[in-house]
């Protein structure tokens, strides 16, 4: 069973620094594209930025240049650098990956349960 588990969210200042992290657990040939999404209340869940396997990166344009994606594919974690945090980037965070599971030819994309990221003074 692969699991994606996330941590790292909690409360933070404007201005100030949080990084999330998101490991894959199971039996796992690969992962491929690995990303962090965005859901704030009322609005639809939004991409944020997306590495690939070789780290490509894209990004939000409503993040560029104050978030930072990364991985370790040796640990199969994904890490989310977020610097000069806004109160418009509290939002629950959850990680996503595209993963061949073991035994499978197949990609499956695999999502986390979410970390609260709030922004406040």
């Known amino acids: 069973q692969v699991q994606l588990v996330e941590s790292g969210g909690g409360l933070v200042q404007p201005g100030g620094p949080l990084r999330l992290s998101c490991a894959a657990s199971?039996?796992?040939?690969?992962?491929?594209?690995m990303a962090w999404y965005r859901q704030a209340p009322g609005k639809e869940r939004e991409s944020v930025a997306t590495?690939?396997?070789?780290?490509?990166?894209n990004y939000a344009d409503s993040v560029k240049g104050r978030f930072t994606i990364s991985r370790d594919n040796a640990k199969k974690t994904v890490y989310l650098q977020m610097n000069s945090l806004k109160p418009e980037d509290t939002a629950v965070y959850y990680c996503?990956?595209?993963?061949?599971?073991?035994?499978?030819?197949?990609?499956?994309?695999?999502w986390g349960q979410g970390t609260q990221v709030t922004v406040s003074s």
């Open positions: 996503n990956a595209g993963v061949i599971p073991a035994g499978l030819i197949n990609e499956y994309m695999y």
């Open positions: 199971g039996s796992i040939v690969s992962i491929n594209d």
């Open positions: 590495i690939s396997y070789r780290c490509n990166t």
